[in-house]
C-alpha cells in the first residue's frame, strides 16, 4: 500500500456557460475519479477552472497554479486529466516547459482517454500538447472566416441582441442569416427615454429634486415602474441575472446609469451595421482581455457611407442631438464633480453601504447623493442625499474641533493627531501644516492637499437617510445624519473610534 502513487484531477471549462452549469466539469472529474480508481493511484484531490480559457496568452487559471504549486512541494506523483487539452492549449514553447517541469518533478500526466505519459515520455506529450494548440487555433480561424462571411451577408453574428431588437432566422443561399428585427414595446422605452432628455437636456435642476432629464432619474422611474432590462426579461430562458441574496437567489438585474448610457451610444439604434470596440487588458498588454466596451459604425470604403442592416429605432438627426448631449455628461465634464472634496477621499459612503458620489450639479443645489442603482428592492426605499456644502463644512469642522483639542492636550485627540501625522509620513510637516490651516489657509489651499489632511485623520464617513424631505437641506441635518470613523491611534488605520453629532 505504501507504494502506491498519489494522484490528483484537474478539469477546465474554457467558457461559463449562461445558465451557470458546471456540467462539463463534473464529466471531467467523474473520468478523473474512474481512472484513478482503476490504476490503484490514491486519488487525494481535484482542482478545477472554470470560465478559463487555456489557449488565450495571459490567461490566469488560479487552481492550474495552485495545482502546480502542489505538485512542486510533492503532494502528488501523478496528474490525472479526462483530455489532455485541458492541461494546455498553448504553442509549443509554453507546453514544453510545462511538460519539462512536470516530468523533472517526477509526475506522470493521465488522460482517461489519451494514455499515459510518463518522465520517459516528454516529447510525446509535448507533441500531443501542441495539438491541441493547433485545433484552438484552426477553430479560432474558422469561427472568424464564418463571422466574417455571415457579416458579409448581412446577418448579425453577435451574442444577446441589444435592446430594442430580437433576432429572426432565415436560409439565404445556404447560410443561416440572423436579422435584428425591432421589439415593439422595448423601442418604445427607447424612444421615450430620448424625448425626456432632448425635452429637459436645457432645463436647471429644481431645487432638492431630481432633474426630469437626467440618466439616474430616468433610471429611478424604470425599475420603479417595473420595466425590465434585456438580460432580467431572458432571465428564464438562458441566464441568471444581478446579484445573489443572502440565500444564494439571484435576483433581476435593474436599470444604471451606465447600462442606459451604453445602450444609447449605441449606433444599432439606426440601423448601421457595427463591430465591436475592444477594451485595454487589464495590465495594457495585448491578449489579457477582450472586453467588448462598445461598437462602432461599419462604413462602406467604396461610399464612405455606414452600412445599413437593419429597421432603426431613432432617427438620426436624434440620435446625433441625443450623441452630443452624452458626450457633456460623465466624470469632468461639468467641473463641479471634479472639485467636490469628500467624493474625492474614497471613504465617504451611505448607510447602505453604497458609496456617495458628487451629483455634478453646483450651487444650492450640489449635494453627495447614495450611488445605489435608484428601484433596488434592498436597503433603504428611495434616494439618500445631503447637501454637499453642509456635510464639508461638518467634517472639516469636526476634524479642526479634533486639532484644536490636541493643542490643549487632551489625551484622546492627542493620540489621534499623532496617528494622523504617522499616517501623512512626516510628524513635524504634518503639525505646521495643521498650524497653517487653523490660520486661515484653508480654504486657499489646492484641493489635493485638503483631502489628504483629512484622509490623514478619517478611514470612513457615513451618512443616513434624512428623517423627512423637509430637513434635507437645513445646516444642522449633517451633524444628525453623519457618522466619522477616525483612524486608529497606533500602527496602521483602523475604524475604533466614531462621532456622531
Request: glycine share 12%; hydrophobic share 35%; proline share 5%.
Amino acid at each position: 500500500m505504501g507504494d502506491r502513487k498519489t494522484a490528483v484531477g484537474y478539469a477546465r471549462q474554457s467558457l461559463g456557460r449562461p445558465d451557470r452549469s458546471a456540467g462539463s466539469v463534473r464529466a471531467q472529474l467523474v473520468a478523473c475519479r474512474a481512472e484513478a480508481a482503476a490504476r490503484g493511484y490514491r486519488y487525494e484531490g481535484e482542482y478545477v477552472d472554470e470560465a478559463v480559457s487555456a489557449y488565450r496568452p495571459g490567461s490566469v487559471r488560479p487552481d492550474f497554479e495552485r495545482m502546480l504549486a502542489d505538485i512542486r512541494r510533492g503532494r502528488a506523483d501523478v496528474v490525472v486529466v479526462n483530455y489532455l487539452s485541458r492541461l494546455s492549449r498553448q504553442d509549443v514553447v509554453a507546453v514544453r516547459s510545462l511538460a519539462d517541469e512536470l516530468h523533472a518533478l517526477g509526475v506522470t500526466v493521465v488522460s482517461a482517454t489519451e494514455g499515459v505519459y510518463g518522465p520517459a515520455d516528454t516529447e510525446e506529450l509535448v507533441r500531443r500538447l501542441e495539438a491541441a494548440h493547433q485545433e484552438s487555433a484552426n477553430r479560432s480561424r474558422h469561427v472568424s472566416d464564418t463571422k466574417r462571411v455571415l457579416r458579409e451577408a448581412g446577418s448579425w453574428v453577435g451574442g444577446l441582441p441589444p435592446f430594442g431588437y430580437t433576432v429572426t432566422e432565415a436560409r439565404r443561399d445556404g447560410l443561416t442569416i440572423r436579422q435584428l428585427v425591432v421589439v415593439v414595446e422595448e423601442a418604445e422605452v427607447i424612444r421615450d427615454v430620448v424625448r425626456r432628455i432632448l425635452t429637459h437636456k436645457g432645463d436647471e435642476a429644481p431645487v432638492g429634486r431630481r432633474h426630469p432629464g437626467s440618466l439616474s432619474g430616468i433610471c429611478a422611474e424604470l425599475n420603479a415602474g417595473g420595466v425590465l432590462t434585456k438580460t432580467a426579461r431572458l432571465a428564464d430562458k438562458w441566464r441568471a441575472v444581478g446579484s445573489a441574496g443572502p440565500d444564494g437567489r439571484r435576483g433581476t438585474s435593474l436599470w444604471e446609469v451606465s447600462t442606459l448610457k451604453r445602450i444609447l451610444r449605441d449606433p444599432r439604434l439606426i440601423g448601421h451595421a457595427v463591430e465591436p470596440v475592444y477594451g485595454p487588458g487589464p495590465t495594457g498588454g495585448p491578449g489579457t482581455s477582450r472586453s467588448v466596451i462598445g461598437y462602432r459604425s461599419v462604413v462602406d470604403p467604396r461610399t464612405s457611407m455606414p452600412v445599413m442592416s437593419h429597421e432603426p429605432v431613432l432617427d438620426t438627426a436624434q440620435w446625433e442631438e441625443l450623441q452630443a448631449w452624452l458626450d457633456t455628461r460623465g466624470p469632468r465634464k461639468g467641473g463641479a464633480r471634479a472639485g467636490s472634496l469628500l467624493s474625492g477621499l474614497g471613504v465617504l459612503r451611505c448607510e447602505c453601504g453604497a458609496t456617495m458620489v458628487s451629483n455634478g450639479t453646483v450651487g444650492a443645489t450640489a449635494s453627495y447623493r447614495c450611488s445605489r442603482p435608484k428601484g433596488a428592492a434592498d436597503g433603504h426605499g428611495g434616494g439618500n442625499s445631503i447637501k454637499r456644502e453642509h456635510l464639508e463644512e461638518y467634517v472639516v469642522q469636526q476634524v479642526f474641533t479634533k486639532v484644536s483639542s490636541a493643542g490643549e492636550a487632551q489625551p484622546e485627540p492627542v493620540a489621534l493627531v499623532a496617528a494622523a501625522g504617522a499616517r501623512f509620513g512626516s510628524p513635524e510637516a504634518f503639525a505646521s501644516r495643521a498650524k497653517a490651516y487653523e490660520a486661515g489657509e484653508w480654504e486657499s489651499a489646492p484641493l489635493a492637499d485638503r483631502r489628504v489632511f483629512l484622509h490623514c485623520f478619517i478611514d470612513r464617513i457615513e451618512v443616513t437617510k434624512a428623517l423627512s424631505r423637509g430637513n434635507k437641506w437645513e445646516t444642522y441635518d449633517a451633524g444628525r445624519r453623519t457618522t466619522i470613523t477616525w483612524i486608529t491611534p497606533g500602527p496602521g488605520p483602523g475604524s475604533s473610534g466614531t462621532t456622531r453629532r
